[in-house]
């Protein structure tokens, strides 16, 4: 099988601007576990999408000569390059964020071209994309999730919140908001009130979920915990502690009400969730890899691009080969 892999930091997503620290190393790690899922499987011939400012550290670190390098200028039309390599290869895994619909266009464009995609397909993107209506389809089924609100029909009321950009993947553009005048920075920062939601601010351990998904089934790989701090009322993912306990039964079962909400979820995804005691919420749904997937052949050693593979025609059946938790540090070195 000839796969193209394209990682939308580190591919050239960002080939005609400035690289924010924070999402290269995210980016950076994502694709080097992909890549060393993939070197186990010989049939495979990759070819990578790379932005030409990472070809150094690449090729001092990988010397697989199975990967086709296809190098990323500000010269180069990103998503016309894109849909070229398309054509040449049989599968495409594309690894980009919800925001501006950069994930569902890329997944659209694969399925256009009549190859196979290795993800969710562009109308599970845009359902789980959507903060709002993932809201409105995981209330449908009563599946516990915070009361979400457009910003745009919202007014102060005294409380803790959290508003947050309707697409956004990670904790980029958040404001926590603790009283009026957290309120009235937020909404002087905020040039589109079209594009945020607010929610309560739930207080508890922030867990995250790595899953498959098929025909509205999951099934759980790893329960992980998300480490944030707090800077300038806003959250930063500081790291993950990747199988950091083994899933609980509530997490198991919203993991499978999460796929019967959204039965086009395929291959691999992240489901965000404060655990507190009284219950379980889910916060979002993340239809692609996510940092945890980073950590998860070294937590487990389970192979999760091979069981992708398999799951075209079979269910997964996990087979760990060890069971440890592994810390992924994403603090940005100054």
């Known amino acids: 099988m000839n796969l193209l892999i394209f990682e939308y930091i580190t591919g050239g997503g960002f080939n005609r601007q400035e690289i924010p620290a924070s999402l290269a ?9 992909l890549l060393e899922n993939f070197s ?24 697989d000569s199975k990967i086709n390098i296809a190098t990323l200028t500000p010269d180069h039309n990103v998503h016309e390059e894109f849909f070229c390599y398309c054509r040449t290869n049989d599968a495409v895994w594309p690894v980009a964020p919800e925001f501006d619909g950069i994930l569902q266009n890329l997944c659209r464009q694969v399925t256009d071209a009549g190859k196979l995609l290795l993800t969710s397909p562009a109308s599970a993107v845009a359902a789980t994309a959507d903060k709002f209506t993932t809201w409105q389809a995981l209330s449908r089924l009563q599946i516990p999730t915070a009361a979400t609100r457009l910003f745009q029909d919202c007014r ?18 958040t404001y926590l908001i603790f009283n009026q005048t957290d309120f009235s920075v ?22 995250s979920l790595s899953c498959l998904f098929k025909q509205g089934e999951a099934w759980v790989i790893s329960a992980n915990l998300q480490e944030f701090s707090i800077h300038g009322n806003q959250y930063r993912l500081d790291g993950c502690r990747v199988n950091h306990q ?22 691999y995804a992240g489901i965000d969730l404060i655990d507190t005691p009284e219950k379980t919420w889910v916060l979002e749904i993340n239809p692609r890899l996510t940092t945890s997937f980073a950590g998860i052949d070294a937590a487990l050693g389970i192979n999760v691009a091979r069981e992708v593979l398999a799951l075209r025609e079979n269910t997964p059946k996990f087979n760990p080969l060890r069971n440890q938790p592994i810390d992924i540090n994403l603090k940005h070195e100054s």
């Not at 190393?25 to 576990?33: D, F, Q």
């Not at 011939?45 to 150094?56: G, H, Q, V």
């Not at 920062?189 to 508890?204: M, N, V």
């Open 246 to 267: 083994p899933p609980k039964p509530v997490h198991v079962a919203l993991a499978n009400q999460v796929a019967q909400a959204f039965p086009d979820l395929w291959g």
């Open 186 to 207: 937020a909404v002087s920062s905020i040039s589109d009130f079209s594009r945020y939601i607010i929610q309560p601010h739930l207080e508890g351990e922030k867990t």
């Open 156 to 173: 102060y009321l005294p409380g803790e919140w959290i508003i947050k950009p309707i697409d956004g993947a990670g904790s980029s553009q």
């Open 40 to 63: 186990a499987m010989p049939e495979i011939n990759i070819t990578l999408m790379l932005d030409y400012r990472f070809l150094p550290s690449f090729s001092d670190s990988n010397s």
């Open 25 to 33: 190393k995210e980016g950076g790690l994502m694709l080097s576990a």
